[in-house]
């Protein structure tokens, strides 16, 4: 049998066929390389893949370089193997069976950490736990993005992540099954086509029992801020629309503070969009949010954020392909 470090080496060089064309580079060597996704995109963040031009010349890619048919693609293979020794401990990969195991093992990890709550052959809804980003960067060890890779990353059902959470937030989240599905979902989204109703738990209690809060929001890079009536022109120019509705669903105390459960949805989608507008605005921050939490709020929530997506509509043609409600991670009754 041969073994996984020959396996590699033959697939050091990758030539990109016609029906990859026009995928993203992680996404074409994670269906061509039984490589960890932490490792590869360690190595695009390092710039050591790289095109191989006609003349032989090296020309480094980044992740979300889109490949074109006939491209050639250089893969340090030593990497790789090493990679693969890591992935599984102190027992090194001997055999292509063993690979496959490991590849099992991952995929049955992210069953476990992503349970599919629903599925057709345009879309699947995810159920994401806390404390997982979605996507790779600094800092980043495992993202949703690099979950889906291990779980299916060929080109005819391969999932692609269309819809995002923050990295605290726990809920439904929408991948498509198709590059065509992707186009549509990415649409739906960008066009508000997408119903998302979230869940969340307050530090304190909103003046009125429900609103629509629509004040714009800066993103500095480090945080999102609502736009004030001091702020320069330079600042309100840099600002986007952000509307969020909210109604309080239940009020109570939490040992010797006040606590509200509400019901939010929003009609745009701007980053960080709830936990500023609840934090700045409703001057209710929300349980587990270090980020807007002031240093005068008490933090007794260890790591987990309660804001939870509990409600997601995804229509087709005018009718709803998929609608479903997922428990809250909230206590009903404080």
């Known amino acids: 049998m041969r073994s996984t470090a020959?396996?590699?080496?033959?697939?050091?060089?990758?030539?990109?066929?016609?029906?990859?064309?026009?995928?993203?580079?992680?996404?074409?060597?994670?269906?061509?390389?039984?490589?960890?996704?932490?490792?590869?995109?360690?190595?695009l963040r390092k710039r050591a893949i790289a095109q191989v031009g006609a003349e032989?010349?090296?020309?480094?890619?980044?992740?979300?370089?889109?490949?074109?048919?006939?491209?050639?693609?250089?893969?340090?293979?030593?990497?790789?193997?090493?990679?693969?020794?890591?992935?599984?401990?102190?027992?090194?990969?001997?055999?292509?069976?063993?690979?496959?195991?490991?590849?099992?093992?991952?995929?049955?990890?992210?069953?476990?950490?992503?349970?599919?709550?629903?599925?057709?052959?345009?879309?699947?809804?995810?159920?994401?736990?806390?404390?997982?980003?979605?996507?790779?960067?600094?800092?980043?060890r495992y993202s949703v993005d690099q979950m889906l890779a291990d779980l299916d990353a060929t080109e005819a059902t391969g999932f692609r992540l269309v819809h995002r959470l923050d990295r605290d937030t726990t809920g439904a989240l929408v991948v498509a099954r198709s590059r065509l599905a992707a186009a549509a979902l990415t649409a739906a989204f960008r066009d508000r086509a997408v119903s998302k109703r979230y869940i969340a738990l307050l530090q304190g209690i909103p003046e009125d029992s429900h609103g629509t809060i629509s004040r714009p929001l800066i993103n500095t890079g480090m945080m999102t801020c609502v736009l004030s009536p001091t702020d320069d022109e330079r600042r309100a120019e840099l600002a986007k629309p952000a509307v969020t509705k909210y109604r309080v669903l239940r009020t109570g105390k939490l040992g010797q503070q006040d606590v509200s459960i509400v019901e939010l949805d929003i009609l745009t989608g701007r980053k960080h969009q709830i936990r500023a507008h609840c934090a700045q605005v409703l001057n209710c921050h929300i349980f587990g949010d270090h980020k807007y939490t002031s240093t005068e709020c008490i933090k007794t929530t260890g790591d987990s954020m309660y804001l939870h997506l509990f409600q997601i509509t995804v229509p087709q043609n005018g009718q709803a392909i998929y609608q479903g409600t997922i428990s809250s991670i909230l206590v009903a009754d404080i």
Not at 6 to 24: E, I, K, N, W, Y
Not at 71 to 98: A, N
Not at 128 to 138: A, E, F, H
Request: proline content about 7%; hydrophobic content about 40%; some cysteine.
């Open 6 to 43: 020959l396996l590699l080496r033959d697939l050091r060089l990758l030539t990109v066929p016609s029906h990859a064309a026009g995928l993203r580079v992680d996404r074409f060597v994670l269906a061509q390389v039984s490589i960890p996704p932490p490792l590869l995109f360690k190595l």
């Open 56 to 140: 032989g010349k090296s020309m480094r890619m980044q992740g979300s370089d889109r490949v074109h048919e006939g491209m050639r693609i250089h893969i340090p293979s030593d990497l790789v193997t090493s990679g693969l020794d890591q992935e599984i401990g102190d027992k090194p990969v001997h055999s292509e069976s063993t690979a496959a195991a490991l590849v099992k093992r991952r995929q049955d990890f992210v069953k476990h950490r992503l349970p599919m709550l629903f599925e057709n052959d345009a879309l699947a809804v995810l159920q994401k736990p806390t404390g997982l980003s979605c996507q790779g960067g600094t800092g980043v």
